[in-house]
């Protein structure tokens, strides 16, 4: 693989974790505990989506086949698609979406710090301009993590069983993939051995404060950086892709 | 001058209410009943149209419809903040609305089925909607008459974009355009009947003019809606499912056939196609938040104590 095409494959795999997990969040809209919750994880929303589109722009630009963004959102299948299996974990409630949130928030904080200063230009400016966004992602899904963790005892019990559940994802976030690895040699992309300690640390403080206890899972699940994803992200393409699939090559 | 006397003159004058005027209690009330009503409407209007963001046919639709519903939410934040300086709280607005005491706009109970109807939302439903909330930019009631003027910006801008989606599906494939068309013939008459009663019928014009909590009579909004709409659906391609429209030169106004009352009001009584469903959803969601509501607030009173013993130890 030359530097373009693992730099287009780096794209799609940014892009790929913003949209899945855009198009998660999205399913609340409408449907929030609380207005203003509902309108600030619309927000959340609409910035996962529009860092999806800049990724994806981006990679199509670097294939340089002319593909659109919407080819490779809409038209590339399950085994295609390379983000983490944590951002395609279902909303389920208020818990375990505040969870996710936050442990994909605190990873991709420092990832994006160091990406803004990649040697590759396109990534560096793609990563400054979501760092502003993540950074307030990241104070929300924190505030939040503190409030329900302290909160009352239901919410309190609701957000442990939701970190319970969802820790075996974070493993694979500061794991490197080959394609990682490579990037990482020539300065592209930081070594996540490196904001391993970040994130653990970041994630060990909110927990405290929350009076959470962090989970010791033994045993971490992988797969969505090389393609191998859970039962869910095969019905969240056939739903966001239906209208595509139905009727190919059209302008919407 | 008695102090209703006083009122009529203010309100003659063009002189906006606000909220610690005196005001009759019927007027308190009729104006609660009235944001109330249009607030709901922006909460349960943000369903059929949530229905599709996951759906839609681009990341830039996607992004915009996002937007749009957020806008939604947003008009009913401001909204309900409008209706409490009447001194009623959003608790209870929505526990009304939950209970089937409150109304909203009976069109939200129609189902959006296909992506055309994206876009027929957006050109009629919101295009329905402005032409009453410009007339209601000059409610005599200043807070709603102030809401109105932000949300008026932001629904013209959503009307534009709704009739921007029809245009792209009409100078689309064959299937895209009858999508448009199919859509157009299911959001037509609803979209009528979003003006209400016929004035002849409506138990509440009156009052509502002399105290002008309303600006323009129900027909005369309508016949301005359609005079206006029938050269956009023109330009579009497709056909206004109406036999009898046609433009008639003596009155300057296009006139259309007989609206099916009996439909709206089963729809008003409940018994439209999604009542049920959109107020299911609106009571789950409710319901399901009921627990991070009161963790918030056990939160924050947590901290309020924790900064108290604070202070009370920097004293001592």
Redesign the interface.
């Given at each position: 693989m030359n530097r373009q095409e693992a730099l287009f494959h780096y794209a799609l795999q940014m892009g790929d974790n913003a949209l899945i997990i855009g198009q998660r969040l999205s399913e609340w809209c409408g449907h929030g505990p609380v207005l203003e919750q509902d309108i600030a994880i619309t927000n959340i929303a609409l910035d996962q989506v529009g860092q999806a589109r800049s990724w994806l722009q981006y990679a199509a630009e670097l294939e340089g086949k002319g593909r659109s963004e919407d080819d490779l959102a809409y038209l590339r299948p399950e085994f295609e698609y390379r983000n983490v299996l944590l951002v395609e974990q279902p909303n389920t409630d208020w818990a375990y979406t505040i969870v996710r949130q936050f442990l994909f928030d605190v990873f991709n904080f420092y990832l994006h710090a160091e990406l803004q200063h990649s040697t590759d230009s396109g990534i560096a400016s793609i990563a400054e301009k979501s760092l502003k966004e993540i950074t307030y992602h990241l104070r929300f899904s924190s505030e939040w993590v503190i409030r329900l963790g302290d909160g009352t005892a239901v919410s309190h019990r609701k957000m442990q069983q939701a970190l319970d559940d969802l820790w075996m994802f974070t493993g694979e976030l500061v794991e490197m993939n080959e394609l990682e690895t490579g990037l990482a040699s020539s300065g592209i992309v930081p070594d996540l051995e490196k904001i391993k300690p970040l994130f653990e640390a970041r994630v060990a403080k909110i927990l405290e404060e929350a009076t959470l206890i962090k989970p010791e899972s033994p045993y971490m699940q992988k797969g969505g950086k090389q393609g191998l994803h859970s039962e869910y992200m095969g019905f969240i393409l056939a739903e966001m892709q239906s209208l595509q699939r139905q009727h190919p090559g059209l302008k919407w | 001058m008695n102090l209703e006397q006083q009122f009529q003159a203010k309100i003659d004058q063009e002189i906006k209410i606000e909220p610690r005027d005196w005001m009759p209690e019927e007027y308190r009330q009729m104006n609660i009943r009235q944001i109330a009503q249009h607030a709901h409407s922006e909460?349960v209007g943000?369903?059929p149209e949530?229905n599709w963001?996951?759906?839609a046919?681009?990341?830039?639709?996607?992004?915009a419809l996002?937007?749009k519903?957020?806008d939604e939410?947003?008009h009913?934040?401001y909204l309900?903040s409008a209706a409490e300086t009447l001194g009623i709280s959003r608790e209870e607005l929505i526990d009304q609305l939950h209970e089937g005491k409150a109304k909203y706009s009976s069109i939200f109970n129609y189902p959006a089925l296909t992506?055309a109807d994206m876009g027929a939302i957006g050109w009629l439903v919101d295009g329905a909607a402005i032409m009453n909330q410009v007339s209601l930019t000059r409610t005599s009631y200043g807070p709603y008459a102030r809401a109105m003027v932000r949300i008026c910006k932001e629904e013209s801008f959503h009307q534009r974009q709704g009739y921007e989606i029809l245009l792209?599906?009409c100078r689309?494939?064959e299937?895209?355009k009858a999508m448009a068309q199919e859509s157009l013939n299911r959001w037509w008459w609803p979209a009528l009947m979003m003006f209400g009663p016929n004035d002849t019928e409506s138990t509440h014009t009156e009052k509502s003019m002399n105290w002008k909590l309303k600006r323009k009579k129900n027909d005369d909004l309508r016949q301005q809606f359609v005079d206006a709409t029938v050269p956009q659906a023109e330009f579009l391609g497709i056909t206004i499912p109406d036999p009898d429209l046609k433009w008639n030169a003596e009155r300057g106004h296009y006139d259309f056939g007989p609206i099916n009352w009996d439909e709206f009001w089963q729809v008003v009584k409940g018994n439209g196609p999604c009542n049920k469903k959109r107020m299911n959803?609106r009571i789950?969601?409710h319901e399901?938040?009921?627990?991070?509501?009161?963790?918030?607030m056990?939160?924050a009173e947590?901290r309020r104590m924790r900064k108290e013993a604070q202070a009370t130890e920097k004293v001592a």
């Open positions: - | 909460i943000m369903l949530g963001i996951t759906r046919p681009s990341l830039r639709r996607k992004v996002l937007a519903v957020q939410g947003g009913g934040l309900y992506w792209t599906l689309g494939s299937a895209q959803d789950k969601a399901e938040g009921a627990w991070v509501r009161e963790a918030a056990a939160y947590k």
